[in-house]
């Protein structure tokens, strides 16, 4: 039911032009003031948006927009409208030549009556220092308005809360739903209400029906193996409202459109979305479960291991990658989930959705003689109970589930069971008819690199130089230097994404050149992926190395910082701070 954001701008442009040919603007402006004159009388103080529409339905200028605005016009009109500016991240547009009349007039009731996908809205609270906190994920059945008479319904629902609140009520929120343009013909609340109950008894029947495969998929695996009850094999997980989903419904292929070039790149974008474990609540440090959807997720920028997995998943897959999540503990038995890849060639490669870094999995054989070399593990994986994606999942039936001796041909049914991709298609989307909506496309970030990074380095000058007034110290700046060490920032992000390290002896030699005889330089690079300077600085300060920096002492003294801001999807930010000084050494 989304409407991607490309075709969303074309639509608001081609609307622009027409409200400019039509001269609307005017118009209001003449509507306007004749409703002041009119209706803002002393028993009128002002003058409400719902007030000036009104007027201006009254005399008909809303209709004969509606009636003007054709989306796919014929080939003189074409000819005299100007194309509208493309939008510079759509996925898909079909060349202009292929658009016919399919698009030249609205569906009526009936069609719409067969677009189950819901409305997902999701509350999101923000908090003075910018942390995001979920606070209601809501699926709105948007149909209802479809019975209405002219077009226009309203609706209370109770927003409930997310994850160990998911019983309990955080509000009401009242939605004003309205048709544009209205339909023609409206159908019957009792036709509406039974394509509901039956698309509900039709999803009842197949979840009721998987649930009864799942069962006797997992006694059949308990068979080949009894220590196989203890594996982390993950059929269902719970969402941020405590509904048990198939695992296989979390993935999608996500195509990113020209918002990310590479599968690395995506990679790094996963990896620079913050990371917050969902916990339970009481004692022991238990974990709470929680799979967020993909709009939850990117709402509020930040969540579980698993959120960032099945995200990087779903855009390698989009990639053209035969990609699975797998699941699994690493150091110390905490269970974790990353993602993995399959070559055409063989090779297997895990990929750590929260670092971005790449690993290849050569396994080790264990039956080989001692004095033979083994590979090298590099991993920090240690178990794997199964791999999954949107079509196939399949559980660890090897003798041991140690990584490092298993074997990834998931084709050998001896090594890893299947189950049916059938039964898969039937709970998951695009094979069945279900709750959860497609998944949303990627935003543009909205952040400007340069304003936020010179912000962020100008609050950092600040701090730095109250902090060493508390010191007692002066603080000089070097903006020469500051300059100097943006080649550095970009390398180090560079090297984040491709894995090659580029630019490194050029960067050196400035800093030669820049430092005299007889005088020290030192530089301190961090990493973030929050933009909040002052919880930055805090961080810097625990490190010796930075301390030292920022609270040098010595003959000539000279500071320098300097931030560079990374933007990424959704307004991720991989933020690169350094902090370097020089001085002349005193021996």
């Known amino acids: 039911m989304s409407l991607p954001p490309e075709k969303a701008s074309e639509l608001k442009q081609i609307i622009h032009q027409q409200l400019i040919k039509m001269d609307v603007h005017g118009r209001i402006r003449e509507v306007l003031a004749e409703a002041i004159r009119e209706e803002l009388a002393p028993e009128h103080p002002q003058l409400s948006t719902e007030d000036l529409i009104k007027a201006l339905r009254q005399r008909g200028i809303i209709d004969d927009v509606m009636k003007e605005l054709k989306f796919v016009t014929d080939g003189n009109e074409k000819e005299k409208t100007s194309a509208p500016k493309p939008s ?75 994850g160990t609140e998911s019983k309990v009520s955080v509000g009401v929120l009242n939605i004003r739903l309205e048709m544009y343009p ?67 419904s979390y993935i999608r292929p996500l195509r990113a459109g020209r918002l990310l070039d590479t599968p690395r790149q995506a990679a790094r974008f996963v990896s620079v979305l913050g990371y917050e474990r969902a916990l339970g609540i009481g004692g022991g440090g238990g974990k709470q479960e929680q799979w967020c959807t993909l709009l939850a997720f990117l709402s509020r920028n930040k969540g579980d291991c698993e959120d960032h997995a099945n995200l990087l998943c779903s855009l390698l897959l989009g990639f053209g990658l035969e990609a699975f ?198 530089g301190f690079p961090i990493h973030f992926v929050y933009r909040n300077a002052r919880r930055a600085f805090a961080t810097c300060l625990r490190s010796p190395f930075c301390e030292e920096i920022v609270c040098c002492r010595g003959d000539q003294v000279r500071l320098a910082v300097r931030v560079r801001v990374f933007p990424y999807p959704e307004s991720a930010c991989a933020v690169w701070i350094m902090f370097a000084c020089k001085y002349r050494s005193v021996l």
Request: aromatic share 8%; with cysteine.
């Open 88 to 162: 510079t991240h759509f996925v898909d547009r079909e060349p202009p030549a292929l658009k016919k009349s399919d698009g030249s007039k609205m569906v009526d009731a009936t069609a719409m009556l067969s677009i189950c996908d819901p409305v997902h809205m999701v509350l999101i609270k923000t908090d003075t220092f910018g942390e995001t906190t979920l606070v209601a994920s809501y699926f709105l059945e948007w149909r209802s308005v479809l019975a209405v008479e002219n077009g226009v319904t309203n609706v209370a629902v109770e927003l409930l809360g997310v």
């Open 182 to 248: 209205q339909l023609n013909k409206t159908l019957s609340p009792e036709a509406t209400n039974t394509q509901f109950a039956l698309e509900r008894q039709k999803t009842a029947e197949k979840e009721r029906l998987f649930l009864m495969y799942a069962k006797q998929w997992w006694r059949e695996y308990l068979q080949i193996r009894p220590t196989h009850n203890v594996r982390l094999v993950k059929i269902f997980a719970q969402d941020e409202n405590g509904v048990n989903r198939p695992v296989c």
């Open 325 to 522: 999540v797998c699941v699994g503990t690493k150091a110390k038995g905490v269970p974790h989930t990353w993602v993995m890849t399959c070559g055409t060639d063989g090779t297997i490669t895990f990929w750590e959705s929260l670092t971005g870094h790449r690993y290849i999995h050569i396994p080790v054989n264990p039956d080989a003689p001692p004095l033979v070399e083994q590979p090298k593990v590099l991993h920090p994986y240690r178990t794997i109970g199964c791999v999954f994606n949107h079509q196939k999942f399949l559980g660890n039936c090897q003798p041991s589930d140690a990584v490092e001796v298993c074997v990834f041909d998931l084709h050998d049914e001896s090594k890893w069971k299947p189950m049916s991709e059938e039964a898969i298609k039937s709970v998951c989307p695009p094979g069945t008819t279900s709750s959860v909506p497609p998944f949303p496309p990627l935003c543009a970030s909205t952040v400007d690199a340069a304003v936020a990074s010179n912000e962020i380095e100008l609050q950092l000058r600040i701090l730095v130089s109250e902090h060493r007034k508390d010191l007692r110290l002066s603080t000089v700046w070097d903006d020469h230097l500051s300059y100097l060490l943006s080649p550095a920032l970009a390398a180090y992000e560079l090297e984040r994404t491709t894995s090659i390290s580029a630019g490194n002896e050029e960067f050196q030699d400035a800093i030669r050149r820049a430092v005299p005889d007889g005088h020290t330089f030192k």
